[in-house]
């Protein structure tokens, strides 16, 4: 335990980040940890066939020989500690990998691994029970079609390991931010049930978890450092044992940390703002405030914490068949016109074939136009398109069929409307398609296990009670009094990230002047952001107000055509909703537009779609 604050650098946000983070924290960083995350849904089903191929892998292969290996000296002469979830399927493996290479740089650091997430073992009782998907509400897959089941674990594990004199902490599948809390539990002695703390914990872990997106990655105003890009900076939190906190990323590292890339960062792959539910804490950021307090350094302040939910989340992921997809380009007059026929034509000419041979056809096509606004539904502009991609994908049971559908498409070649032309290589492959069932199951049925060399210990996630009843922010209203308004593109009064959970979007809106938010509220309804999205969205919409940050947080269901992927849409994590509503028109009084305009560097346009 320490009265002083604990530095802890973000090196990771997924698997096949940058190798480099490693090596900018440890040369400029001056952290006392730093944490890695590597696991999504995705990838843990990517591992699940990676340990059914050989028992000695099923972990992130790249944490060992790319991030930590080759910085072992410097990670031991700075005695900075390691934790990452990169053990994946086999934490096991993955430690005894690391002690391998620790091994024979002839440096002595300990190694601790947790296990006890990994549920696979139990899909044949969990296929017998009552069990219910979280959305859906549909039963249990078929167990011979499971690739994995991992429980969200918390932080109480990694604490556990690193009170015990882990150096380096390696976990099976937890909640992304569990990383970093765990340091601040070990470093400050926070306990299980200051729950203000743990939020507080959390959110820096969120703001770290993805990386450099909280120091410029993705930021709507990207061109402030579009510069630096290539020497962009990971992060940096130092947390105070009170729970207050910074973000910063090293010194001399490009990229840009500023109240608006950490309040996107927030926003980022959250639902209800005020119910961000975790093993150790449920948080809300509704009233989290942040301040410019240096160059690259921004301020946090606000969260607060409740009592955790009684129950863990728990995902599998199970194998439902096969897809493919490719990109073909076409280019001249009416390219759009063009590619959706030759298509088209595709999916028939295939269809056709599989009917004539009593096969079933096809249980989904997609065809989008890339490059003629397919993304933007009924609010894409019309104009005349000379270049374009046509993304051509399908999904079958049998991969035979997924392959026929491209062979078809090849075979279309000198039939097709002139223009047509692409990279050369060969045709496209089959992939399984692996979705994601999400349920839970009560926190008690879950237990951790610590091992460190000799010693193994078990840790439990701690009891929980009810929390208090929520109480929602007053929401902002508008002036009655009549004013002349001026009609904006969203983006020019607010910032915007958006991103995924399953088959979840949500978008979060900052306004870029605090008396832009009642316009906003206002405007952006829950009717109007189900417009934007009519062509993608198959549920319903909800609208989170958070007066901290200036911020709405809109969460839209059933709206990636599976997630992740079961996903034959060109943009499956909703990377890019986000940019599709700032091209929305606001309105707003002429004085507050005059005032936007002499705050930005660039003249807000007036041509919203």
């Known amino acids: 335990m320490s009265d002083r604050p604990v530095r802890i650098g973000g090196a990771s946000g997924f698997w096949g980040d940058a190798a480099l983070a490693t090596r900018q924290l440890l040369d400029n960083g001056r952290v006392d940890f730093i944490v890695y995350d590597y696991l999504a849904e995705i990838t843990m089903s990517i591992l699940a066939r990676a340990r059914a191929k050989?028992?000695?892998?099923?972990?992130?292969?790249?944490f060992v020989s790319a991030a930590v290996a080759p910085n072992l000296e410097r990670i031991a002469e700075q005695g900075v500690k390691i934790v990452s979830n990169a053990g994946g399927l086999n934490p096991r493996a993955?430690?005894?990998?690391?002690?391998?290479?620790?091994?024979?740089?002839?440096?002595?650091?300990?190694?601790?691994?947790?296990?006890?997430d990994d549920l696979t073992d139990r899909a044949e009782s969990l296929s017998g029970s009552n069990i219910v998907e979280i959305d859906t509400k549909a039963s249990f897959p078929d167990p011979r079609r499971i690739a994995s089941v991992n429980a969200y674990a918390g932080a109480l594990a990694i604490a556990e390991a690193l009170n015990m004199g882990a150096d380096i902490v390696v976990t099976g599948r937890c909640v992304d931010s569990a990383v970093t809390l765990g340091v601040c539990l070990h470093a400050h002695g926070w306990k299980a049930g200051s729950y203000d703390l743990l939020a507080a914990g959390s959110l820096a872990g969120h703001i770290i978890e993805c990386g450099p997106q909280a120091t410029g990655g993705n930021f709507t105003d990207w061109e402030l450092c579009a510069d630096t890009i290539e020497t962009i900076g990971y992060p940096i939190v130092e947390v105070e044992p009170d729970g207050q906190f910074s973000v910063s990323k090293p010194e001399g590292s490009g990229g840009l940390v500023s109240t608006g890339t950490v309040a996107e960062q927030i926003l980022y792959e959250i639902g209800d703002p005020q119910a961000y539910k975790l093993p150790d804490v449920t948080c809300d950021f509704s009233e989290v405030r942040l301040e410019q307090a240096g160059d690259d350094i921004v301020a946090v302040t606000g969260a607060k914490g409740a009592p955790p939910p009684d129950t863990l989340k728990v995902c599998a992921t199970w194998m439902d068949g096969y897809r493919g997809g490719h990109l073909f380009s076409f280019t001249g007059f009416d390219a759009d016109r063009k590619a959706k026929r030759?298509?088209?034509?595709a999916v028939n000419r295939a269809g056709n074939i599989l009917r004539s041979a009593n096969l079933p056809d096809y249980t989904e096509t997609s065809v989008e136009v890339i490059g003629a606004e397919s993304q933007y539904g009924g609010h894409a502009r019309a104009q005349e398109w000379r270049e374009v991609c046509v993304k051509l994908a399908a999904r079958h049971a049998d991969e035979k069929a997924v392959a026929l559908l491209f062979r078809e498409a090849v075979g279309l070649g000198l039939s097709a409307p002139p223009g047509l032309s692409g990279f050369a290589g060969t045709r496209p492959r089959p992939s399984p398609v692996v979705r994601l069932y999400s349920f839970l199951l009560p926190r008690d049925d879950i237990a951790l296990t610590v091992t460190l060399g000799d010693a193994t210990r078990i840790v439990r996630h701690a009891p929980t009670t009810?929390?208090?009843?929520?109480?929602?922010p007053t929401a902002p209203i508008t002036k009655g009094e009549a004013t002349q308004m001026t009609t904006l593109r969203l983006i020019d009064v607010a910032l915007a990230r958006s991103g995924d959970k399953g088959d979840k979007a949500n978008i979060g809106v900052i306004a870029r002047d605090p008396d832009v938010l009642r316009y906003l509220w206002e405007q952006l309804t829950e009717d109007f952001v189900a417009d934007r999205f009519a062509h993608f969205l198959e549920g319903r919409v909800e609208r989170f107000y958070l007066p901290g940050l200036n911020a709405i947080n809109f969460l839209l269901h059933d709206c990636l055509g599976g997630g992740g992927v079961a996903s034959l849409r060109n943009d499956p994590q909703a990377k890019a909703y986000a940019q599709i509503l700032l091209a929305a028109p606001i309105h707003v009084p002429n004085e507050l537009a005059l005032r936007l305009e002499r705050r930005q560097d660039r003249k807000p346009a007036h041509q919203p779609d």
Request: glycine content about 6%; hydrophobic content about 60%.
């Open 342 to 345: 030759f298509a088209d034509a």
């Open 466 to 472: 009810s929390p208090a009843p929520m109480v929602r």
């Open 54 to 62: 050989d028992a000695a892998l099923g972990y992130a292969t790249d």
């Open 94 to 116: 993955c430690a005894a990998a690391l002690e391998k290479a620790i091994d024979a740089a002839g440096i002595a650091l300990k190694v601790a691994w947790v296990a006890g």
